[in-house]
């Protein structure tokens, strides 16, 4: 499958944005899907992961409450909802996807996207 993500830019703090991510392939609906991102000079970390079928999703803990990951199998899309952005959330956001595992951030994925800039102004 290939990802390709989009939707970010400059925000100011307190505001929204969407994130996209669109998947080639078949079979989208049979992948587990996340949001990971990455900031200057940090590790990439985990951001959301969304299951298939049940739509099981889980959040990093410093998102919790603010941003929403979802799926639409039927346009083979993702999505990342962010609201409240904070500073701390400019990075680099990357959708990826994996055919097995658990619906988080653990264990390798096996499919990335390019990634799209998301820069919070204070």
């Known amino acids: 499958v290939q990802l390709q993500a989009s939707g970010g830019g400059l925000v100011q703090a307190g505001g929204s944005l969407r994130l996209s991510c669109a998947a080639s392939?078949?079979?989208?609906?049979?992948?587990?899907m996340a949001w990971f991102r990455q900031a200057p000079g940090k590790e990439r970390e985990f951001v959301a992961a969304?299951?298939?079928?049940?739509?099981?999703?889980t959040y990093a803990d410093s998102v919790k409450g603010r941003f929403t990951i979802s799926r639409d199998n039927a346009k083979n899309a993702l999505y990342l909802q962010m609201s409240s952005l904070k500073p701390d959330d400019t990075a680099i956001y990357y959708c990826?996807?994996?055919?097995?595992?658990?619906?988080?951030?653990?264990?390798?994925?096996?499919?990335w996207g390019q990634g799209t800039q998301v820069t919070v102004s204070s």
């Open positions: 392939g078949r079979a989208f609906s049979s992948y587990i």
């Open positions: 969304i299951g298939w079928t049940t739509f099981r999703s």
């Open positions: 990826a996807a994996r055919r097995y595992g658990a619906v988080d951030g653990s264990g390798p994925y096996d499919y």
